[in-house]
């Protein structure tokens, strides 16, 4: 088992930022691939970012990419999202995912609870 725990989230004025971190416990972190995904009011959730268990490789969602960034620290047992030029449409819940490397909620066998992103214009 892999314990997740998503915490940064919070209220931010357009075009400001955050950083998301999810701290994992339980089975060896650098063993999974990791990713993170999001979910709006009355929305499916979606994939946002995932990183590979070395963290060479990462892939960001195209709403996202150039603003969000996803990084690992192994050796902390973390994973970031910092979170860039935020816009309203960026509002979620934002969960962390813990798996092989992929882009859909199906290749993550963990989940955090969730952290609130609120983005105001």
């Known amino acids: 088992q892999v314990q997740l725990v998503e915490s940064g989230g919070g209220l931010v004025q357009a075009g400001g930022s955050l950083r998301l971190s999810c701290a994992a416990s339980?089975?060896?972190?650098?063993?999974?691939?990791m990713g993170w995904f999001r979910q709006a009011p009355g929305k499916e959730r979606e994939f946002v970012a995932a990183?590979?268990?070395?963290?060479?490789?990462?892939y960001h969602t195209n709403s996202v990419k150039g603003r969000f960034a996803i990084s690992r620290d192994n050796a902390k047992n973390t994973v970031y999202l910092q979170m860039n030029s935020l816009k309203p449409e960026d509002t979620a819940v934002y969960y962390c995912a813990g798996g092989r490397y992929g882009f859909t909620g199906d290749d993550y066998n963990y989940w955090g609870q969730g952290t609130q992103v609120t983005v105001s214009s």
């Open positions: 339980g089975r060896t972190f650098s063993n999974y691939a």
């Open positions: 990183i590979n268990r070395s963290g060479g490789q990462t």
